[in-house]
């Protein structure tokens, strides 16, 4: 290799090496026929023959499949009856894992995705027997995943599992997937920790500070079962959220309509809008009460973004912990009893998980830290 790097340089060496499948002695076959190649590896090894210094001996390697990995190719993948319906990003994801999302979405806007020999925006659903093409797309290093899911080590928080699904209780903290700044969440961690899985999607999505019952689909047509579940509203979802305040009158119904507001600086939030919102539906339970809070169960009806946290601040009673839509005052008195984060959690899911229509009901526990908060306020 030192002959090759001193005759033509070291990137035309290695580049060189690379194309006569170093190391090993360069066999005739893999000298090419013709071109600047040809030319410079005859050249070579004339070199070292003249001068009578080594020649490599062993045999020969071709590049290893790490190394191809690194320069992946043009592929064309046919989807099929299972991946129908599904979005197009979201069958690239799975296609090409550790890729972020906004390269992904950068190449579908470039048009290097194709389907059908045919240009496709990010919301083109897939059908059976499209032919999609992939392009080459630098994946990142494999070691990253397993990292990932060794912080999380999420298989101890698996509530319920079948050959279809799963549901974990996802700890505080913790987004359900990487992106806008984040290196990976609980989808790409539990992908590293079964790499040989063939399918796993998020079915639904929890805010990062939310904890609780959080489902993953393990087939493509469970994933279309639960989707249609909940457009239906027959997905029981129940969270237990501690309140500021006295939640009096027993249970409340809250149905204002909410719209997502966009923020500068990239803040989302999320207000109450009579004439332009779309339709919610929270109801709230108390369960216990204490001096200055109310522990509610919360029964979900539609899953708008922040919907129980405006909700309740909109009757009055924000959530403990909320930095975004909650009291100051409230949060900050919270902290003495030891609150660290919000108290939301997603204590209890109820769905079908068959055509058949066999039910599943599943319960998180409230995280130690939280029950903790809450014996303080009994005995305060």
Not at 23 to 46: F, H, M, Q, S, V
Not at 73 to 98: C, P, W, Y
Not at 277 to 291: D, M, N, Q
């Amino acid at each position: 290799m030192l002959i090759i790097m001193q005759v033509i340089g070291y990137s035309r060496g290695q580049h060189l090496l690379s194309k006569i499948g170093f190391p090993g002695r360069p066999d005739p076959d893999c000298i090419p026929k013709t071109g600047l190649y040809r030319a410079a590896t005859i050249t070579i090894l004339a070199y070292a023959s003249k001068r009578n210094l080594p020649v490599f001996t062993g045999t020969l390697h071709p590049m290893s499949q790490s190394t191809a990995k690194s320069f992946p190719k043009v592929r064309m993948v046919s989807v099929t009856a299972e991946d129908a319906g599904q979005r197009i990003d979201n069958f690239l994801a799975r296609h090409l894992k550790g890729v972020p999302k906004s390269h992904i979405y950068r190449i579908l806007r470039r048009g290097e995705v194709r389907v059908n020999s045919g240009r496709i925006k990010a919301r083109y659903r897939i059908c059976a027997g499209d032919k999609v093409r992939i392009p080459p797309v630098r994946v990142a290093p494999e070691k990253s995943a397993p990292i990932a899911a060794a912080r999380l080590d999420l298989e101890r928080h698996i509530l319920f599992e079948n050959s279809r699904c799963l549901v974990l209780n996802k700890p505080s903290g913790i987004a359900v997937h990487g992106g806008s700044g984040l290196s990976f969440g609980v989808i790409e961690a539990l992908r590293a920790s079964r790499p040989d899985a063939p399918y796993l999607e998020l079915a639904h999505r929890l805010d990062r500070e939310t904890s609780g019952c959080l489902v993953i689909a393990k087939r493509r047509s469970f994933l279309r079962l639960f989707h249609e579940q909940l457009r239906n509203g027959e997905v029981v979802k129940q969270y237990l959220a501690l309140l500021a305040g006295q939640l009096t009158g027993g249970r409340q119904k809250v149905s204002a309509p909410l719209r997502k507001n966009q923020l500068k600086g990239g803040e989302r939030l999320v207000v109450v809008d009579e004439a332009n919102g779309k339709e919610a539906l929270t109801i709230f339970s108390p369960v216990s009460r204490f001096a200055t809070a109310t522990l509610a169960e919360v029964d979900l009806k539609t899953g708008r973004t922040h919907q129980i946290r405006v909700h309740g601040a909109h009757i009055g009673h924000p959530l403990a912990g909320d930095e975004e839509y909650g009291d100051p005052e409230f949060n900050r008195s919270l902290r003495s009893h030891g609150l660290r984060r919000l108290f939301l959690h997603a204590h209890r899911l109820e769905f079908a998980d068959s055509a058949s229509g066999e039910s599943v009901s599943v319960s998180a526990p409230l995280d130690v830290s939280l029950k903790a908060v809450l014996d303080s306020l009994e005995t305060s």
